[in-house]
C-alpha cells in the first residue's frame, strides 16, 4: 500500500470526524453562531486533575516501617487533605455553573483561565504550609491564594451572567449568595490573623470548607424549573 493511498484514507476517514466535533463545539440560537462549553469543560477538568495530582507528589514516601515515621508527614497530609477539598469544591462548582451556559464568549474563557491560575497554585501553597509546620506566613500566603480564586470564581461568574443577558438563569440561581460573598471577607480575616495565631487561621479555612461542603441546590432548581434548561443532559454530564 502506497503512503499516499493510506494518506488519502485517513484524510477521508478523519475529515467527517473533525468536522463533526467542529460542529459540536458550535450552537446555532436565534439564527446566531455561538461557541459551544465542552472544551472550556474538558480543559478545566483536566487542570483540576493535574493540580490534585501535583498536590500528591508531594506526599513523599517515608523512610521507615512503623507508625512514628509517619509523624513528620502529618502537616503535609493535613494541609493535601484541605487542599483536596477545595479543589473537589471548585470542581462540584464550576461543573454546576456552567450548565446554567448554553455557549461561551471570550470574556467567559479568560475569566475561566483567570480561575484555573489561582487554582494552579494550590500545589505550591499546599507544600510550603505543609513543609513548613502551618508557620504564620506560608499559612498567609495559602489564604491569600484561596482569596484570589474565591475573587476569580466570582469574577467568572458575573462574567457568565452578563453574557446571558437580563434573564440570567445564573443569577437567578444564585440569589443573596452570601456564601460568595462572605468567603473572600473570611480569607483575608485568615490572611491577617496568620501572623498572630496560624492554628486560628487555619480553623477559617476548615470552618469556610465546611460551609461549601454543605450541598447547594440552587443551580440544580433553577435549572429543573426552567422551561429550557441550558445545556447537554442536564446535570447528568
Do not use: C
Not at 487561621?201 to 441550558?230: G, K, T
Amino acid at each position: 500500500i502506497h503512503k499516499s493511498t493510506l494518506s488519502d484514507f485517513f484524510s477521508s476517514q478523519a475529515a467527517p470526524i473533525v468536522g463533526a466535533a467542529v460542529f459540536k463545539e458550535v450552537n446555532f440560537r436565534n439564527g446566531e453562531q455561538q461557541m459551544g462549553k465542552g472544551r472550556l469543560e474538558a480543559f478545566s477538568d483536566g487542570v483540576l486533575a493535574i493540580i490534585i495530582t501535583i498536590m500528591v507528589l508531594e506526599l513523599k514516601v517515608p523512610h521507615g516501617e512503623n507508625i512514628d515515621a509517619l509523624a513528620s508527614l502529618m502537616p503535609v497530609f493535613f494541609s493535601y487533605v484541605l487542599s483536596f477539598v477545595y479543589v473537589g469544591i471548585y470542581w462540584n462548582n464550576h461543573h454546576h455553573m456552567l450548565h446554567t451556559a448554553q455557549s461561551v464568549t471570550g470574556p467567559i474563557l479568560w475569566a475561566n483561565l483567570h480561575l484555573l491560575f489561582w487554582l494552579s497554585l494550590f500545589p505550591f501553597a499546599t507544600g510550603w504550609m505543609g513543609e513548613n509546620h502551618f508557620a504564620a506566613v506560608p499559612s498567609a500566603i495559602y489564604g491569600a491564594v484561596l482569596f484570589m480564586a474565591a475573587v476569580a470564581y466570582w469574577i467568572l461568574q458575573q462574567t457568565i451572567v452578563a453574557a446571558q443577558g437580563d434573564k440570567s438563569l445564573l443569577r437567578s440561581a444564585l440569589g443573596s449568595d452570601w456564601k460568595g460573598k462572605s468567603s473572600p471577607v473570611v480569607y483575608a480575616v485568615a490572611m491577617v490573623t496568620a501572623f498572630w495565631s496560624p492554628t486560628l487561621a487555619q480553623s477559617l479555612y476548615v470552618l469556610v470548607a465546611l460551609v461549601w461542603l454543605i450541598p447547594d441546590s440552587r443551580i440544580e432548581n433553577a435549572l429543573a424549573s426552567s422551561p429550557s434548561r441550558p445545556g447537554e443532559g442536564g446535570l447528568s454530564g
